[in-house]
């Protein structure tokens, strides 16, 4: 199997699976850009836009997220998106921890068919899961975004070590706008290391 077929496999392990938020959401909203990306975005779940097209990062969130790779030149053809919860939680709360750990052996699937160089990880959420090794239980000890943000971590998978940046959620500078420079200082930061790490083709 080629890596978009393994993809569509576990596209379809979760549409046949019985998940929490299954019921109250309209689509599962799986991922969207290339398999063959070396960089791979994580944010944390479908909002109401994505829940209506099932498709990662299409409301004003995903404005934003575009406004910013375009700053440092990148396109969906080089980057993969994914979030850490498949279905949209009612009213947009948080994930609870039954879901995150329901929900994510399917997003460690999809991160080790892509195989990517480097992760960025959109918010707590994100951040808290990578950093933890890919383990619910272990998320509560690992620094929330605000003392990670922009700082360059290493996390371990199929056996290569992989960049991973934590970057706030480009929600967050939407209700508190101060959060903007950062974010984009820390993009800037990010295409730095993308340049150094991976040779565009
Ligand atoms: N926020 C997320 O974390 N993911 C989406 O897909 C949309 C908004």
């Known amino acids: 199997m080629d890596k978009k077929e393994k993809l569509k496999a576990i596209e379809e392990e979760i549409l046949s699976s019985d998940l929490p938020l299954k019921d109250t959401a309209t689509n599962l909203v799986f991922g969207k850009g290339s398999e063959n990306a070396q960089i791979l ?9 994505e829940d209506l097209e099932g498709i990662p990062f ?22 993969y998106i994914a979030n850490i919860l498949k279905y949209r939680p ?27 160089k480097i992760i960025a990880t959109l918010g ?4 808290k899961f990578v950093l933890a090794g890919f383990d619910e239980q272990r998320m509560k000890k690992v620094d929330g975004i605000s003392k990670l943000h922009g700082k360059e971590q290493e996390v371990t998978i199929n056996d290569a070590i992989v960049k991973v ?15 903007r420079k950062e974010l984009e200082a820390d993009f800037a930061t990010m295409g730095k290391i993308i340049s150094q790490n991976i040779k565009k083709s």
């Open 41 to 49: 975005f994580i944010g944390e779940a479908p909002g109401e836009k």
């Open 58 to 79: 299409v409301g004003r969130a995903g404005q934003e997220l575009n406004n910013l790779l375009e700053s440092i030149g990148l396109n969906l053809d080089e980057v």
């Open 90 to 116: 009612p009213k947009n709360r948080d994930p609870n921890p039954e879901e995150i750990r329901i929900h994510t052996p399917f997003l460690i699937k999809q991160i080790k068919t892509i195989n990517p």
């Open 124 to 127: 707590n959420y994100a951040t």
């Open 165 to 179: 940046i934590p970057l706030y959620h480009p929600a967050a500078m939407l209700y508190k706008p101060a959060l």
